[in-house]
Structures are given as C-alpha cells and as structure tokens.
C-alpha cells in the first residue's frame, strides 16, 4: 500500500495539471487500499476504514485541502466495526452514511451508519435507511443527490452479497432507491396522484405527471419487482 496523496488541478478547458505530491502535516494515516476518501465540505474530506498492513480497520481520519493538514485517527469504540470495500457518501446536511463493506471474517456488512461531522470530534449514529437484506453488499457504488436543502435521494448500485475471494461470488443486478431526510411535498403528492387514475390533470404539473406514470406503469408490468429496486431482483452468478 501507498501512503501519499496527488493533486490534479484542473485548467482551462478539458486538460488536467499534474500538481505532484503536497508535503502533508499531521498524522498521516499508514498505507492502504479498499478505503474511502469522501469530501463533505468545501475544504475538508474525511478518510475510513481499509484494509492495511495488519488487517481491516474502522480508523478514521479528517484531511484539510487548505492547509494539507491531517487530524486523527479518531476513536469510534461506539462506531462501525473494521471494514473495506464499503462506500461513505455525502448527505446533504454535510454528514456522510456508510454502507456495506466486508469484515474481518470476509463476509459483508448490513449494518448503516451516519457520521456526523458538525463538531470537532465527529460522532456515528447508526441508522436504517436502506433494507438491511438489501444493503449487505460490498464493492458497489452509493450516489446522493441533493433533491432539496433538507432531503437526500439514495442510489445504490451493484456489489457482491458474498464472499468476493470465493469462486463464482453472487454479484447484486439491481438498484436500490431511498431517502434521507423530509421527502419535499410536491414529490410525494406526485406519488400520490400518479396512483390515482381518476385523478385531474392539472397542465402545470402534467409533464411531471405522466413521467411518474410512465414509471409506475413500469413497476406494474414486473419489469421493477419492489418500487425500492430498480433491476433484477435476482443475483448473478458470474460466468466462467
């Protein structure tokens, strides 16, 4: 494992400048892959877990873009337990959920968590956004947007149920879909009325409506199992 950073800044246009490798201050974290670096806000990112020299481990770590300066690792005796392979995104109150990942027994994780980074010394708080049966994966990929100041739409896609170093792993084929915060109500009465066949169009609103309809027509024709799933709800065995 590798334990310096790279800075690529960006230029006009589409090309990239290499800035080389900052002289950090602080402690350091040691070297390791499997980890993750999130941004959550304009001048800090925050690094956990991985898989080091000694094993899986839940240390985490808070880096200043400003002043390449690292502090920690922090305790989290209260926290998650040592993983990889997981994903740590941001929500939009500037805290970040953790999702999955593989233990120190190899097997994957379904426990959520969400690191609050309002004070100086950050705090986890377990969580259940997601189905747990759902949300036991590693190796898969978690997006948030934004949708308003006080709510987080949640997209996770792909991964592996399994074991990843055992032979023919189960891979996850589908999406899963879920929020953080307070739905904003023109979202949720588009829901509602879009089940709703007797329901007046109303033209400022049509467009939006018939796109939620579309989408519902979707889920009952079978093509989406669960509103929550997008995909197969299936694991694929991958192919020799």
């Known amino acids: 494992g590798r334990e310096d950073i790279w800075v690529v800044v960006q230029s006009s246009g589409i090309n990239a400048e290499y800035g080389g490798a900052p002289l950090c201050r602080g402690p350091v974290p040691s070297p390791r892959a499997a980890h993750t670096l999130t941004v959550f806000s304009d001048t800090q990112a925050v690094l956990f877990g991985g898989r080091t020299r000694s094993g899986r481990v839940s240390e985490l770590y808070v880096f200043n873009f400003d002043t390449a300066t690292w502090t920690g690792p922090f305790t989290t005796e209260n926290g998650p337990q040592p993983r990889s392979?997981?994903?740590?995104?941001?929500?939009?109150?500037?805290?970040?959920?953790?999702?999955?990942?593989?233990?120190?027994?190899?097997?994957?994780?379904?426990?959520?968590?969400?690191?609050?980074?309002?004070?100086?010394?950050?705090?986890?708080?377990?969580?259940?956004?997601?189905?747990?049966?759902?949300?036991?994966?590693?190796?898969?990929?978690?997006?948030?947007?934004?949708?308003?100041?006080?709510?987080?739409?949640?997209?996770?896609?792909?991964?592996?149920?399994?074991?990843?170093?055992e032979p023919n792993h189960a891979y996850w084929a589908n999406m899963v879909r879920f929020f953080y915060g307070v739905r904003p109500l023109y979202e949720?009465?588009?829901?509602?009325?879009?089940?709703?066949?007797?329901?007046?169009?109303?033209?400022?609103?049509?467009?939006?409506?018939?796109?939620?309809?579309?989408?519902?027509?979707?889920?009952?024709?079978?093509?989406?199992?669960?509103p929550k799933v997008f995909g197969p709800n299936d694991l694929a065995v991958p192919q020799k």
């Open 85 to 165: 392979l997981h994903t740590c995104t941001r929500l939009h109150d500037g805290s970040v959920l953790l999702l999955g990942g593989m233990d120190k027994s190899g097997n994957s994780v379904n426990l959520q968590w969400r690191l609050n980074m309002e004070s100086a010394q950050p705090s986890w708080e377990k969580v259940n956004l997601c189905p747990p049966d759902l949300c036991g994966r590693t190796w898969h990929t978690t997006a948030a947007a934004h949708i308003s100041p006080h709510c987080s739409e949640i997209l996770v896609f792909g991964g592996s149920p399994d074991n990843i170093w």
């Open 188 to 226: 949720m009465c588009l829901d509602t009325m879009s089940e709703e066949e007797a329901c007046v169009e109303f033209p400022l609103i049509s467009d939006d409506l018939a796109r939620r309809r579309e989408l519902l027509s979707i889920r009952k024709h079978g093509d989406v199992p669960d």
